[in-house]
């Protein structure tokens, strides 16, 4: 039980009066201004033209104060907020670290990429019932997520992107999405509710829920039901990361929305687990994440190889995608499991490179949806005739998720081999390297499949709709007479993927700069990332070491000295 | 007083965990407000429990009373509570929308998203 505080306080601290520096307010800055931006959005829910408008600029905002944020972190270290000058550790701080830093600013880049994406994709209906204003809030809960600290407030955080990731899941209401929801909403529920349970305990343990005051408790406490409540916090956000084997959520659910959100929910929901689990584990409990390193490696090496079997089994590629993303998972928990910097360092690699491509595989896919007029890899076909450049601009893309040289997957990898090979873990880098292997296969068998193959005949199939000028983008497709799509069929998968319904079949196969734009942009970052790979690599590596030794967060928090 | 609301937060605990098993999705629901419950009270219970003496600063002092109850869980528990009853309306709404699109409360029968006989990929061209 939490004991009476008979200790003396100093009020006199809590009693400052002086301004904050402009440079604090960023601490606060991204989920405030996203949850102003949705409130603002909320207000003019019924007028669709201006959703674009307002959220548009918002995100860019977001991304902006993002980087700013992370320019003041690099250059400063860790920044500290306190709300209503309720000193830690009773009041909720917002304390960002590097590694909360980085999470945020990809975070911030793949919502600006997937708002501009469903600018198109997102269809009237979609923007009725709140696209727009659930992207915000989504964006305030994983933003808050990754920079609050204040364990209590990271549930808090958990359940705001949680409520906005159901909104997203069921927009539109089709009885699909309706029935992946169902799994999604109870499944995670339960999630954050064990979540719950460990702050509870924890509570009881410590006394308080400031994230610097427990780091700083559970390195000198004896005695207490530690191991319990990492294993608690273990079970929780692997089930919010999908983790083997309480992964079955994901796919069930993962590939019934409009692609865009489909694309939003890979990149983000599954790392801010992985955020969580890295900051309590690593940072809060180093010793019983010891303990638990076999455990936790174990889980790594079987979500990996389970997941990899797992794409290799389905047809539909937004499932395909789904297994991808718990593959990546795998891989960031055997860094964890691995513990040390190196490890550590690849994981957050992993995570910044999995937040990227994860999305940017899921655009892909609804794009090559939408040109080949399948999700199925046994009915779809022709791209590679139909777009060349998207075609080179996937291969590039499902290079880098199957960790292949020279794009941004193959990095962390190689850190997470060598990490896992100098602790003598060979089983840990031989799972990681047997799943890269299976992933090339089915990344590779997709590409065969829904590029490489002539488009297949599908009962719609009506070759003289194609004379139309204009009817694709590519000039070239024109030529071709294998290339004669089915235009009718194309629009019909078009708008269940989210495409407008009304559109002309005609229109079908054109692109707009909505669409190819942010997955353009996204695949050139992770080209430069992989090319390039030194600066990320050595802020990563800044961020495993300020979690490994958090010396400078505490002082960030209590600058002072620790509280009594 | 600790002890009798352990073995209340264990009984809630294992009846959540009953019924969350159970196929039905109404039953899962009410396993989901209970398990809730339980965890609200396991939060009280991890604070400091007293009778007497209301955790309020007089005019004349400026800490709390020696041995008053602690007002922390209880605003942990405000905020869990409004949590999860948003959540609940949200699932009931989404088990009753189910219920009417699906035609079945079953979970073993709720197969749209991940259909029974989903083909396999395709072995070659």
Same mark, same amino acid.
């Given at each position: 039980?939490?004991?009476?505080?008979?200790?003396?306080?100093? @009020?006199?601290?809590?009693?400052?009066?002086?301004?904050?520096?402009?440079?604090?307010? @960023?601490?606060?800055?991204?989920?405030?201004?996203?949850?102003?931006?949705?409130?603002?959005?909320?207000?003019?829910?019924?007028?669709?033209?201006?959703?674009?408008?307002?959220?548009?600029?918002?995100?860019?905002?977001?991304?902006?104060?993002?980087?700013?944020?992370?320019?003041?972190?690099?250059?400063?270290?860790?920044?500290?907020?306190?709300?209503?000058?309720?000193?830690?550790?009773?009041?909720?701080?917002?304390?960002?670290?590097?590694?909360?830093?980085?999470?945020?600013?990809? /975070?911030?880049?793949?919502?600006?990429?997937?708002?501009?994406?469903?600018?198109?994709?997102?269809?009237?209906?979609?923007?009725?019932?709140?696209?727009?204003?659930?992207?915000?809030?989504?964006?305030?809960?994983?933003?808050?997520?990754?920079?609050?600290?204040?364990?209590?407030?990271?549930?808090?955080?958990?359940?705001?992107?949680?409520?906005?990731?159901?909104?997203?899941?069921?927009?539109?209401?089709?009885?699909?999405?309706?029935?992946?929801?169902?799994?999604?909403?109870?499944?995670?529920?339960?999630?954050?509710?064990?979540?719950?349970?460990?702050?509870?305990?924890?509570?009881?343990?410590?006394?308080?829920?400031?994230?610097?005051?427990?780091?700083?408790? =559970?390195?000198?406490?004896?005695?207490?039901?530690?191991?319990?409540?990492?294993?608690?916090?273990? @079970?929780?956000?692997?089930?919010?990361?999908?983790?083997?084997?309480?992964?079955?959520?994901?796919?069930?659910?993962?590939?019934?929305?409009?692609?865009?959100?489909?694309?939003?929910?890979?990149?983000?929901?599954?790392?801010?687990?992985?955020?969580?689990?890295?900051?309590?584990?690593?940072?809060?409990?180093?010793?019983?994440?010891?303990?638990?390193?076999?455990?936790?490696?174990?889980?790594?090496?079987?979500?990996?190889?389970?997941?990899?079997?797992?794409?290799?089994?389905?047809?539909?590629?937004?499932?395909?995608?789904?297994?991808?993303?718990?593959?990546?998972?795998?891989?960031?928990?055997?860094?964890?499991?691995?513990?040390?910097?190196?490890?550590?360092?690849?994981?957050?690699?992993?995570?910044?490179?999995?937040?990227?491509?994860?999305?940017?595989?899921?655009?892909?896919?609804?794009?090559?949806?939408?040109?080949?007029?399948?999700?199925?890899?046994?009915?779809?076909?022709?791209?590679?005739?139909?777009?060349?450049?998207?075609?080179?601009?996937?291969?590039?893309?499902?290079?880098?998720?199957?960790?292949?040289?020279?794009?941004?997957?193959?990095?962390?990898?190689?850190?997470?081999?060598?990490?896992?090979?100098?602790?003598?873990?060979?089983?840990?880098?031989?799972?990681?390297?047997?799943?890269?292997?299976?992933?090339?296969?089915?990344?590779?068998?997709?590409?065969?499949?829904?590029?490489?193959?002539?488009?297949?005949?599908?009962?719609?199939?009506?070759?003289?709709?194609?004379?139309?000028?204009?009817?694709?983008?590519?000039?070239?497709?024109?030529?071709?007479?294998?290339?004669?799509?089915?235009?009718?069929?194309?629009?019909?998968?078009?708008?269940?993927?989210?495409?407008?319904?009304?559109?002309?079949? /005609?229109? =079908?196969?054109?692109?707009?700069? =909505?669409?190819?734009?942010?997955?353009?942009?996204?695949?050139?970052?992770?080209?430069?990332?992989?090319?390039?790979?030194?600066?990320?690599?050595?802020?990563?590596?800044?961020?495993?070491?300020?979690?490994?030794?958090?010396?400078?967060?505490?002082?960030?928090?209590?600058?002072?000295?620790?509280?009594? | 007083?600790?002890?009798?609301?352990?073995?209340?937060?264990?009984?809630?605990?294992?009846?959540?965990?009953?019924?969350?098993?159970?196929?039905?999705?109404?039953?899962?629901?009410?396993?989901?407000?209970?398990?809730?419950?339980?965890?609200?009270?396991?939060?009280?219970?991890?604070?400091?429990?007293?009778?007497?003496?209301?955790?309020?600063?007089?005019?004349?002092?400026?800490?709390?009373?020696?041995? =008053?109850?602690?007002?922390?869980?209880? /605003?942990?528990?405000?905020?869990?509570?409004?949590?999860?009853?948003?959540?609940?309306?949200?699932?009931?709404? @989404?088990?009753?929308?189910?219920?009417?699109?699906?035609?079945?409360?079953?979970?073993?029968?709720?197969?749209? /998203?991940?259909?029974?006989?989903?083909?396999?990929?395709?072995?070659?061209?």
């Amino acid at each position: 039980m939490a004991a009476p505080s008979s200790i003396p306080v100093d @009020l006199s601290a809590a009693f400052v009066m002086a301004p904050s520096t402009l440079g604090d307010w @960023l601490v606060i800055l991204p989920p405030a201004l996203m949850i102003c931006a949705g409130a603002v959005l909320m207000t003019v829910r019924h007028r669709i033209h201006l959703h674009g408008w307002i959220a548009i600029p918002a995100l860019v905002l977001l991304l902006l104060v993002d980087f700013a944020l992370l320019v003041k972190v690099v250059a400063g270290g860790p920044v500290t907020m306190t709300m209503g000058r309720w000193l830690p550790p009773f009041g909720i701080a917002f304390t960002v670290d590097l590694f909360g830093a980085l999470m945020c600013f990809a /975070a911030g880049l793949v919502a600006l990429a997937a708002g501009i994406g469903a600018l198109k994709d997102i269809n009237a209906s979609g923007r009725r019932y709140g696209f727009f204003p659930f992207l915000m809030l989504l964006m305030a809960g994983v933003s808050g997520a990754f920079l609050t600290g204040d364990i209590f407030n990271l549930y808090v955080w958990f359940e705001v992107l949680l409520i906005s990731s159901f909104g997203l899941l069921v927009l539109g209401s089709e009885r699909e999405q309706i029935d992946g929801a169902l799994k999604y909403a109870i499944l995670n529920l339960i999630g954050t509710t064990l979540f719950l349970i460990a702050v509870g305990y924890l509570y009881g343990v410590f006394g308080t829920l400031n994230m610097a005051d427990i780091a700083l408790r =559970a390195r000198e406490i004896e005695g207490a039901p530690l191991m319990t409540l990492s294993a608690l916090f273990v @079970l929780a956000f692997a089930m919010k990361a999908a983790s083997f084997p309480v992964n079955f959520w994901l796919p069930a659910s993962y590939h019934t929305p409009r692609i865009t959100v489909s694309a939003l929910f890979g990149g983000l929901l599954t790392k801010v687990g992985i955020y969580a689990l890295m900051r309590v584990m690593v940072m809060l409990f180093p010793l019983q994440r010891e303990e638990l390193s076999l455990l936790i490696g174990v889980l790594a090496a079987l979500t990996l190889i389970i997941a990899a079997l797992g794409m290799l089994a389905q047809d539909d590629i937004r499932r395909v995608a789904g297994y991808a993303v718990i593959v990546g998972i795998g891989n960031m928990l055997a860094g964890i499991a691995v513990g040390t910097v190196a490890g550590l360092t690849g994981a957050l690699l992993y995570a910044l490179h999995s937040i990227l491509a994860m999305t940017a595989l899921y655009l892909v896919f609804g794009r090559a949806a939408a040109i080949s007029g399948s999700v199925s890899l046994t009915k779809g076909g022709g791209i590679y005739r139909l777009a060349p450049g998207f075609a080179f601009a996937s291969l590039a893309l499902f290079l880098a998720v199957s960790g292949l040289p020279p794009f941004s997957g193959l990095w962390p990898k190689i850190m997470l081999v060598k990490a896992s090979l100098d602790i003598g873990a060979w089983w840990l880098a031989a799972a990681i390297l047997l799943s890269g292997f299976l992933t090339t296969i089915a990344l590779a068998r997709v590409f065969l499949f829904a590029y490489w193959r002539p488009a297949q005949a599908l009962p719609l199939a009506q070759p003289g709709a194609m004379t139309q000028p204009g009817a694709m983008t590519q000039p070239a497709a024109m030529t071709q007479p294998e290339a004669v799509a089915q235009p009718e069929a194309r629009a019909q998968v078009r708008s269940q993927l989210g495409g407008d319904a009304a559109a002309a079949p /005609a229109a =079908a196969l054109r692109s707009t700069p =909505a669409e190819t734009w942010p997955l353009f942009a996204l695949i050139a970052i992770i080209t430069v990332f992989g090319l390039f790979p030194e600066l990320p690599l050595s802020l990563s590596q800044s961020a495993a070491e300020g979690l490994v030794n958090p010396a400078a967060y505490i002082q960030s928090v209590f600058p002072q000295g620790p509280a009594p | 007083m600790e002890t009798i609301l352990a073995l209340l937060v264990g009984a809630f605990f294992a009846a959540a965990v009953y019924l969350i098993l159970s196929r039905h999705t109404v039953r899962m629901l009410l396993g989901i407000v209970i398990l809730g419950n339980a965890v609200n009270l396991l939060i009280f219970t991890a604070g400091r429990l007293t009778r007497e003496v209301p955790p309020i600063i007089g005019a004349s002092m400026t800490t709390l009373p020696s041995g =008053a109850a602690n007002p922390l869980p209880q /605003a942990l528990i405000l905020t869990a509570i409004v949590i999860s009853f948003s959540f609940f309306a949200f699932l009931l709404v @989404l088990t009753y929308r189910a219920f009417q699109e699906l035609g079945t409360d079953d979970t073993d029968e709720m197969r749209l /998203a991940e259909p029974k006989n989903d083909p396999l990929p395709p072995g070659g061209y």
